[in-house]
């Protein structure tokens, strides 16, 4: 596409990496939203979907000299509702502005004609045109921004949206900021002026802080790994070089490694954050670790006058990029408080279950249920083959009855299909079921089903399906 001059409020032709040309309109991007080093680019508002996305000046065309063109060469039921959109848009524009002279005539007073009315990020006009029933279909070119079921859509046009954010790799290994609308769980967000800190960039760990900074979140990142902070430094946050200097520098640093030892280590070891809280500071732990391992932390942080939350997060490395995670919080209240905005950028809901080590155990306890099912979805699956049955049938026949679910669904057809891709680490979650199995220990109580179904994950280990998603405990029962 050749490179024109553009400006606020122009309606456009943008394409983005391997997608066709979709309609769109050049708004003003989110409060402290940098674009791209070293690109001459604008921030635009496609029609239909409402996702956002920075796109190159040479990616750009002016809408009505190419809608012609651009309407011959492309198809679909989801490309013609967004030009049906852009077309709406204009005759509504044009009746407001000729509601607006007839006032004016009727006043006598002279009047011009009015540009197009700038749309920002919150306003409803746009929004107003998508088709809240839609169901995305596997050729859409936003097909991945789908984020929420039926089920979680608002009940009316009018209740508040929100934006959740994520990166986008384009088909050039560079980086786009690109938005998708979900239900506002709890209304408008509005970043917290405090100074965010992060801790950790695994697989839930970066979609946590690419939505913080997509929020406006002013957010500091430290990893092991140095060299995966760089794509969340190119959109904008600062790099920390130690734990230490993290938090304290930070208000607000939280925390996403593995286990307990590595929590443990970041807290405690050499250059971490114990040397750096100081009074006021806040910690949140949002490690999957065990109850001990919180009690040690909050107190160790709380002595040296920080405060201390604690909150794991329920869901997947795509839950976590789409910002629809759930979390569980316990310790200091107005900790939990001043984390709002974080909470709400991050997950579609909360939970504050009280003292510190209450959220540990719940975490505990889910991840044992879920780790548990995910064995046993495996088992009915390979008996159904050794038996003779049709695995896919089986599918079908589970996939309509009481115990239909996505996880059940997407789980069985990644089997099917021999991707094991990791969403949530198996070693995690065989990580989570001991740990769930200790607990019952100290409160005496019998985890038998946990205990079967952490042997079947231990000899997935052994089978080399450690950094596998939790779906490869299939392997342990067809070797």
């Not at 786009?176 to 709890?186: E, G, H, K, P, R």
Request: glycine share 8%.
């Amino acid at each position: 596409m050749a490179t024109v001059h553009l400006r606020i409020g122009d309606l456009v032709w943008g394409k983005l990496g391997r997608y066709p040309p979709w309609p769109g309109k050049v708004v003003s991007p989110p409060k402290d939203l940098k674009k791209p080093r070293g690109k001459k680019c604008h921030f635009v508002k496609f029609f239909g979907t409402e996702d956002h996305a920075w796109i190159k000046v040479e990616q750009l065309k002016p809408y009505h000299p190419h809608k012609e063109e651009m309407i011959k060469i492309n198809k679909g039921k989801r490309f013609q509702q967004a030009v049906d959109a852009v077309e709406d848009f204009l005759k509504k524009t044009k009746g407001k502005e000729q509601n607006s002279d007839s006032k004016a005539e009727t006043k006598g007073k002279k009047t011009h004609n009015k540009p197009l009315k700038i749309l920002e990020e919150d306003d409803e006009d746009l929004s107003a045109l998508k088709d809240p029933s839609e169901k995305p279909v596997k050729d859409d070119p936003h097909f991945h921004h789908f984020l929420l079921s039926q089920s979680e859509k608002p009940a009316s046009s009018m209740e508040p949206i929100s934006k959740r954010l994520k990166i986008f790799e384009e088909d050039t290994a560079s980086t786009s900021i690109q938005a998708a609308d979900s239900t506002a769980i709890n209304g408008s967000i509005t970043p917290t002026d405090k100074r965010i800190g992060f801790l950790g960039l695994g697989l839930m760990g970066s979609g946590i802080v690419s939505n913080l900074l997509k929020m406006g979140h002013v957010v500091t990142v430290w990893n092991r790994t140095a060299e995966k902070c760089d794509l969340f430094t190119q959109e904008g946050a600062r790099l920390g070089r130690t734990p230490a200097e993290v938090a304290s520098t930070c208000d607000i640093t939280f925390s996403c490694v593995s286990d307990p030892k590595a929590a443990r280590d970041l807290v405690m070891g050499p250059s971490g954050v114990l040397q750096g809280i100081r009074p006021g500071k806040c910690y949140i732990e949002m490690s999957t670790v065990d109850p001990e391992t919180i009690t040690e932390i909050s107190q160790v942080i709380t002595t040296r006058g920080g405060r201390f939350l604690e909150a794991p997060v329920a869901g997947s490395q795509q839950l976590s990029n789409d910002g629809m995670l759930v979390i569980l919080a316990a310790g200091d209240r107005t900790v939990y408080e001043d984390c709002s905005s974080c909470f709400q950028a991050m997950g579609k809901t909360s939970f504050f279950l009280g003292q510190a080590g209450n959220a540990a155990k719940m975490m505990l306890i889910l991840n044992m249920v879920q780790g548990s099912f995910m064995a046993t979805i495996a088992e009915g699956l390979t008996l159904a083959h050794a038996t003779g049955q049709s695995q896919h049938t089986f599918l079908d026949i589970l996939s309509q009855g009481q115990m239909a679910s996505t996880f059940v669904d997407q789980k069985c057809q990644y089997i099917l299909q021999g991707n094991f891709k990791p969403d949530y680490y198996l070693k995690h979650i065989q990580k989570d079921l001991r740990l769930a199995i200790s607990m019952g220990d100290t409160a005496n109580h019998p985890t038998p089903m946990a205990a079967a179904a952490n042997e079947v994950y231990k000899r997935a280990k052994a089978l080399d399906q450690s950094d596998n998603d939790i779906s490869a405990v299939y392997r342990a029962y067809i070797h």
